[in-house]
């Protein structure tokens, strides 16, 4: 069976992102009002597995060891 999920990977809350910095420049001196912005990945797979508790095993796996880097990046998956 095939099941489709995101991955959205982030830079963690307590380190800087100076993409989401940056972008943030650019929005304000248009004149538009932003708080924080942070700039992260959304990834969409679709896996072939027996059970959708496999196939949520190996997507974990995809992106703790893959999608993200543990040390200065968070992930979620959700279920499409």
Do not use: C, W
């Not at 993409?19 to 990834?43: D, N, P, Y």
């Amino acid at each position: 069976m095939r099941f489709k999920f995101r991955v959205i990977v982030m830079p963690r809350k307590e380190l800087l992102d100076p993409q989401g910095r940056a972008v943030a420049s650019v929005l304000r001196e248009m004149g538009m009002e932003v708080g924080e912005v942070r700039i992260g990945k959304s990834i969409e797979l679709e896996v072939e597995a027996n059970s959708e508790k496999e196939a949520e095993t190996l997507v974990e796996k995809m992106a703790s060891e893959v999608l993200s880097n543990p040390i200065i990046e968070d992930y979620t998956i959700h279920r499409l």
